[in-house]
């Protein structure tokens, strides 16, 4: 087994904020959505925790995101493909995903520390960074004060359609916090991933 440096310390930082903030607007959410069930809190401390998070998230955000046009770590997310050579790598990945791996077939991405996302990865999480993560919270700052934003809340159709696209959403964060550690452990062992966003460094196996 090799080692390669592959989370930087700030990609970490913002990684566990980012996990642990999304838990608790799911949770403080539900409680919010649902408070003739679910009676956790208060629902005045659900709202303030909710927004408070929020707020941190927003921030952790713009922290990842000066983190990766400031530096040359903006390549993990851009590898150096041909749209061609880009569509068979996620063609490969994505059977390596639904077949391959219950074959016991070896992953056909192979870590580094600027391609440390497989194409599939690299793909989806540039649709959940560039344009889900920035709709969930641009329609959650919407219902953070709707009197104060009523003129932008009504160009989007109202209340109604901006709270529903922030529950849309909502379902989908919910389903990748259960999602996002099942894929995380389809290593060589299950807790090699998580290790690394831990300490930074990934055991690859010998190619």
């Known amino acids: 087994m090799d080692k390669i440096y592959i989370n930087p310390l700030p990609v970490r930082i913002w990684h566990w904020t980012n996990a642990f903030g999304f838990i608790l607007l799911i949770a403080t959410g539900l409680q919010l959505r649902y408070l003739d069930v679910i009676q956790v809190m208060p629902f005045q401390t659900a709202v303030q925790a909710h927004n408070f998070v929020g707020f941190v998230l927003i921030a952790n955000f713009f922290l990842w ?4 046009l400031f530096t040359d770590k903006i390549k993990v997310y851009h590898p150096e493909l041909s749209p061609a050579k880009y569509f068979m790598a996620s063609f490969r990945q994505a059977r390596f995903y639904g077949y391959g791996i219950f074959k016991g077939e ?4 192979h870590a580094s520390a600027y391609r440390k996302f497989n194409a599939l990865q690299s793909m989806t999480y540039q649709i959940i960074m560039m344009l889900v993560v920035p709709i969930q919270f641009f329609t ?4 953070w004060d709707v009197a104060r934003f009523s003129s932008m809340v009504e160009m989007f159709g109202g209340v109604r359609v901006v709270d529903t696209v922030h529950v849309i959403f909502f379902i989908f964060f919910t389903g990748f916090i259960f999602i996002h550690p099942y894929l995380a452990s389809l290593s060589h062992t ?3 991933h998580f290790k690394a966003m831990i300490t930074g460094y990934e055991e690859v196996e010998d190619e």
């Not at 995101?65 to 990766?68: M, N, P, S, V």
């Open 65 to 68: 995101l000066g983190f990766y």
């Open 106 to 109: 070896p992953n056909p991405h």
């Open 140 to 143: 959650g700052l919407l219902l």
């Open 190 to 192: 299950p807790w090699a």
